[in-house]
């Protein structure tokens, strides 16, 4: 499985970025996709995933701000990030995991947050 992720950059505080993550390749089986981040310093950390059947979880820290969407038609996820805070920068991975337990990650995307 590859992913392209692709969205992110410099936004100021209070800002809005959408990221969005396509999966190519073999694709069957895929059931959960999420993005995770990592800032420096910092262990990778979950921020949120969908399930095949639409089923969310979201970081407590992101809660009421981030909405993570999935198109299974196109094979891609989303994750539409509002009311950005300075402490949202780091680099975000899109992330699947097929039924069987194999998860691949995407290579990475920078989003920084700052006035």
């Known amino acids: 499985v590859q992913l392209q992720a692709s969205g992110g950059g410099l936004v100021q505080p209070g800002g809005s970025l959408r990221l969005s993550c396509a999966a190519s390749?073999?694709?069957?089986?895929?059931?959960?996709m999420g993005w995770y981040r990592q800032a420096p310093e910092n262990e990778r950390e979950l921020v949120a995933r969908i399930t095949g059947g639409g089923s969310t979880n979201y970081a407590d820290s992101v809660k009421g701000r981030f909405a993570i969407s999935r198109d299974n038609a196109k094979n891609t996820v989303y994750l539409q990030m509002d009311s950005l805070k300075p402490e949202d920068t780091a680099v975000y991975y899109c992330?699947?995991?097929?039924?069987?337990?194999?998860?691949?990650w995407g290579q990475g995307t920078q989003v920084t947050v700052s006035s």
């Open positions: 992330h699947v995991r097929k039924w069987n337990g194999d998860r691949y």
């Open positions: 390749g073999s694709i069957s089986g895929i059931n959960v």
